[in-house]
């Protein structure tokens, strides 16, 4: 069996010492993205930005839930509602779900992106530790 993989090995030996591969390099948009979030980091995490960005979506979902409330598609509850329901309590109630929805959703988008950034500043700072113990070694072993 030797006899056949000895020419293979000698190939992969030969053609893969002058190749490299370096799976802790990073991309290009890698880069982009830990530029990116080293600029905006700390104004994405400011309440107000959050409550800017993601109300319009907490409102949409307010929106829905008064469009099925009034739709009247269930005239047990509509019936019951008409007799016993402040309106306003729905307005409230509407109104704490879209702020809620808008500020827990960019809060986890958040932790989400720096949890990235993270990952990706130790795979930099490894592969830049990898890279100084290279040339540390070729420097030695040329002297």
Known sequence: ???????????????????????????????????????????????????????????????????????????????IANSQFNPWVLYIAVLLIAVFFAVFSKKFQWDQQEQRYKELLHKQQKNENKNQETHENDVQENA
Not at 47 to 61: D, E, N, R
């Open 1 to 79: 069996m030797d006899v056949f993989l000895q020419p293979v090995q000698q190939f992969v030996g030969r053609h893969c010492q002058t190749t490299t591969f370096a799976p802790d390099m990073l991309t290009d948009k890698e880069k982009m993205f830990l530029d990116y979030w080293a600029k905006n980091r700390d104004r994405q995490k400011k309440l107000f930005y959050q409550l800017a960005v993601g109300l319009p979506f907490g409102l949409l979902l307010g929106a829905i839930i008064m469009a099925n409330f009034f739709s009247g598609w269930y005239k047990r509850a509509d019936m």
